[in-house]
């Protein structure tokens, strides 16, 4: 079983940029495939980006390609998420979630583990 923290979120203007880290302990996250979620007020939790375990694959959402970039920290057992050129409607909660299987999808009932999340919020 693997545990996860979020950090790295905040207040940010439209156009700057924040890393987002997801913190993993009791396994390391290089076992899991790992995902970022968000939700807004009032909508559903939505996918973003995900990596493969091997980190071989990513995949994300189109409303934040080329925006958005997943990657893991290697020994510090780390995911990140570095998001540039935000907008006003990246404004959400962010969940890192995880999977034992190599790929997690796009979709959260893929994933096992969610963290608390972490708030982003972009003004205009």
């Known amino acids: 079983q693997v545990q996860l923290v979020e950090s790295g979120g905040g207040l940010v203007q439209a156009g700057g940029s924040l890393r987002l880290s997801c913190a993993a302990s009791g396994r390391t996250v290089s076992s899991y495939a790992m995902g970022w979620f968000r ?4 909508k559903e939790r939505e996918f973003v980006a995900t990596i493969s375990r091997s980190a071989g694959s990513t995949v994300y959402t189109d409303s934040v390609k080329g925006r958005f ?47 608390q999340g972490t708030q982003v919020t972009v003004s205009s």
């Not at 995911?79 to 935000?86: A, F, G």
């Open 39 to 42: 939700q807004a007020p009032g």
């Open 69 to 115: 970039t997943i990657s893991r920290g290697g020994a510090k057992n780390t995911v990140y998420l570095q998001m540039n050129s935000l907008k006003p409607e990246d404004t959400a909660v962010y969940y890192c979630a995880a999977t034992g299987e190599w790929y997690g999808g796009t979709y959260a009932s893929g994933y096992d583990y969610w963290g």
